[in-house]
Structures are given as structure tokens and as C-alpha cells.
């Protein structure tokens, strides 16, 4: 996703871009995949996020014009939990921090508007109502459409091999990435996610359209953070946990799916969700790269000005996909970027840390 939104950003102010893939993009053999994501604005896992989530949105609207591709549908999204839980204080500050619109829902209120959530004594929810769910493989594939040069079926073995080619080069390799750089701490997660049919009493009262089930992320003591997207289809509902997977590498991931994988999903859909019946449609695996703190790296290396790494997005990036590439294009193009970046430098991992000059003049 990221080096597709990359080259597309670069593509569009005029720079010649080769875009290389071991794989033939879109694939479900990473992290970009699953025929749905959640993107959201009031963001719990810290408010510096907001400006980027407030300028992508713009962005994707921009890609579904410049291909006719339908990618991004507003739906909404609650972020549930005690009133003390990270997700709903985090909502809370980001909404109130960036003037967001996002209400807080009591336990009454709650459970009087959305009867497919299990409601229970001191449950609330942040409805943010700049949220929705976008269509991962269409997004790529469109943002690669816009570019001209797409290598696909090629491995890249060295970022060295490629700097006597290029002026400069962008890892946006994903779970491959500890493959090309040793100076980000990194480990791979295996995720696991399930499409749940929907029970007859629920389909009939439409509880999870998308005009009526914002999608979620709801964080409880068993779970920690569960999500959910609305029905796509009208008979499924998808369910995962976010985070909380075994550690792998993308050449030895299970890709198989067996009941000791679907029983804790299984759990919390009976829990958590009315209306959902234990039937499986279908399941997928995917992959997060996680740094030691969940959040991004989007940074030169520190050896060479003329490579950018912008992967390890821990499993919380692909709705900033554009923005994370017209950030790459500025550090390509411009030796620095306008936005607020700090929070995503490498060189938090780092003794002495190394930060990119957020601030440049626009020379190269």
C-alpha cells in the first residue's frame, strides 16, 4: 500500500518512478488486503495523527475521480469501552484537541441506537462521525494504475542495488522490510480476521448496513481490541483482533485457518455482538509489522539521505495511505516535509536520535 500510494504522489508531480513487487499487486499475501479497512479521525492512539487523517481523506476522494473506482464509504465509527479505557479517552482527547466531530454515547444511549452491540452497565462509545471503510485492493490497484513503470514478480536483495540506479529509493516493503534494513527494530505479527453471517432477526432489521453500524474498535479486559466492519454483503459481518497475534515472518506465516484461530474470534463476536450467529463465511490472515511502540516510521536512513523507509505501520496504517506517500514524495523531492513528523522518526529506537528536517525550504 505505501509504496503504491508513494509512487502514485511522486508520479503526480512529475517524477520518473519504477515501482517495484516480489508479488503482482493487489495480493493477499501481505498486509494490504481483506476487502475492507477502517479509517477514522478521532484517533485514540494519539491526537498528533489527526492533521494526516484530516488531510487524506481529500486524497482518496482524489483517487476515486482520477479512476472511477468506488474505495471509500463513510459509515461512521464507535470506539467502545469503560470511560477510562485507552480508546475512548484517546477518542476523547483527539476529538477535543482538533474540534472533531465525535459525540460521546452513555450507556443509554448506547444501547438504544445500535441493538447489534451488547450494551452492559458502564459501556459507552465516541461516535466519530469522519469515519468509514475503504476498499484495500481497489485503493491499490487504482493508485498503481496512475503509475507507469510497475515491476511486478521481482525481488529486490539490496537497497545498495538500487541507489546505483536511482537518485534515491523508498522502502515501503512491509513485512519484508527486516529483509533490506537492520536499523528499526521490527517484528511480524500474524493476524487473523473472520466474516460472521449475520442471523435472520438482523438481517431482516438491517443492524449492520452501513448506514446503520458505524464500524468499531472496542476494547475489553478479555480482548483487549476487537473490531468489526458493517455488512458489506448484507448476510456477513467481519470480526478481528487487533494485535494479539504470534510472532512470523512472511515466508513461514500459517496461512491456514483452523479452530483455535476462529474460537477466540468466536468468543468475543458472542459476547460483544446481538445478532451474530458462531458460522464462519470465511476467513483471511494478514500480517502487521510492528515497531516496539505500534507507531510508524517514516524517516531517512541514517546513513543515506537518498533512501526513506516508510513501513512499520503496525497494523494501523493503510487508511493513511496517500499521505504517507505525499510525505515520501517530499522527502524525496524536497529533503523535508511540511507536516509534523516527529513522532514517526527512527531515531526513537536510537541512542542519538536522527530526525529528518520537518521544515524545509522547498530546495533541494
Not at 64 to 79: H, K, Q, R
Not at 141 to 168: C, H, N, W, Y
Not at 268 to 278: D, E, M, P
Not at 282 to 304: E, G
Request: glycine share 10%; aromatic share 8%.
Amino acid at each position: 500500500m505505501a509504496g503504491a500510494a508513494t509512487a502514485w504522489r511522486l508520479t503526480l508531480r512529475g517524477a520518473d518512478v519504477v515501482c517495484f513487487d516480489r508479488h503482482s499487486p493487489p495480493h493477499d499475501l501481505g498486509s494490504s488486503h481483506g476487502e475492507s479497512r477502517i479509517i477514522r479521525t478521532a484517533y485514540f492512539e494519539g491526537s498528533w495523527y489527526v492533521p494526516l487523517l484530516q488531510e487524506v481523506f481529500p486524497m482518496w476522494r482524489e483517487l476515486e475521480a482520477a479512476t472511477g473506482t468506488e474505495i471509500l464509504t463513510m459509515t461512521g465509527a464507535l470506539m467502545i469501552g469503560g470511560e477510562t479505557s485507552e480508546v475512548v479517552v484517546g477518542a476523547i482527547t483527539s476529538g477535543r484537541e482538533h474540534n472533531l466531530d465525535a459525540e460521546l454515547l452513555d450507556t443509554d444511549e448506547f444501547r438504544r441506537r445500535y441493538p447489534g452491540h451488547v450494551v452492559r452497565d458502564g459501556d459507552v462509545a465516541v461516535l466519530d462521525r469522519q469515519a468509514g471503510v475503504l476498499n484495500p485492493e481497489r485503493a491499490v490497484a487504482a493508485m498503481l494504475s496512475q503509475v507507469p513503470d510497475v515491476r511486478t514478480g521481482q525481488k529486490v536483495d539490496s537497497i545498495a542495488q538500487l541507489r546505483e540506479d536511482f537518485d534515491a529509493v523508498v522502502v515501503a516493503a512491509g513485512p519484508w522490510t527486516p529483509e533490506l534494513i537492520d536499523w528499526i527494530p521490527l517484528k511480524v505479527e500474524r493476524q487473523v480476521h473472520g466474516w460472521f453471517s449475520i442471523a435472520r432477526e438482523a438481517e431482516a432489521g438491517n443492524w449492520f448496513a452501513p448506514d446503520r453500524f458505524p464500524a468499531f474498535v472496542r476494547e475489553s479486559p478479555d480482548s483487549k481490541f476487537m473490531y468489526g466492519i458493517p455488512s458489506l454483503d448484507g448476510k456477513t459481518i467481519k470480526v478481528g483482533r487487533h494485535h494479539q497475534g504470534e510472532t512470523t515472518d512472511p515466508h513461514r506465516i500459517r496461512r491456514r485457518v483452523d479452530e483455535v484461530d476462529i474460537d477466540p474470534l468466536r468468543l468475543l463476536t458472542a459476547k460483544h455482538l446481538r445478532g451474530v450467529s458462531g458460522h464462519v463465511a470465511r476467513t483471511l490472515t494478514c500480517m502487521y509489522t510492528n515497531t516496539p511502540d505500534d507507531h510508524f516510521v517514516i524517516d531517512f536512513s541514517p546513513d543515506d539521505r537518498g533512501v526513506v523507509v516508510i513501513s512499520a505501520c503496525s497494523g494501523h496504517g493503510f487508511k493513511f495511505g496517500p499521505v504517507i506517500g505525499d510525505i515520501a514524495a517530499d522527502l524525496v523531492l524536497d529533503g523535508g516535509t511540511r507536516r509534523d513528523i516527529t513522532h514517526f522518526s527512527a531515531g526513537r529506537f536510537a541512542a542519538a536520535p536522527h530526525v529528518p528536517d520537518h521544515h524545509s525550504d522547498g530546495h533541494k
